[in-house]
Nanobody, 122 residues
């Protein structure tokens, strides 16, 4: 299974981006999919996840919105009011089997995309 993320780019602070992640296989709506990011010199950071419900850390509540189109095998991340500190490589991830694990834990995901770069200028 391959995950291909796209939609990143260079944007000004205050702008918006919609990241996409296309999977080469079908992930049913009850399967965990998520977005993470990693900035240079920093640890990987959990941003959002979705099964039948959505999950967000407090740090991104209100600015990040995760959604999925199961029929199109596509995961999305809408990012609004971008800030320079959002600059990072953004990854999508997915799990192929049902789970009840913690969505923010990267160990719960079987597959990872290669990432799309988001750069926010001030």
């Amino acid at each position: 299974v391959q995950l291909q993320a796209s939609g990143g780019g260079l944007v000004q602070a205050g702008g918006s981006l919609r990241l996409s992640c296309v999977a080469s296989a079908r992930f049913f709506s009850d399967r965990l999919m998520g977005w993470f990011r990693q900035a240079p010199g920093k640890n990987r950071e959990f941003l959002a996840a979705i099964r039948l419900h959505t999950y967000y850390p407090d740090s991104v509540q209100g600015r990040f919105t995760i959604s999925r189109d199961t029929a199109a095998n596509t995961l999305y991340l809408q990012i609004d009011n971008l800030k320079p500190e959002d600059t990072a490589l953004y990854f999508c991830a997915a799990r192929s089997t049902p789970d009840i694990g913690i969505p923010r834990d990267g160990l719960n995901y079987d597959y990872w995309g290669r990432g799309t770069q988001v750069t926010v200028s001030s």
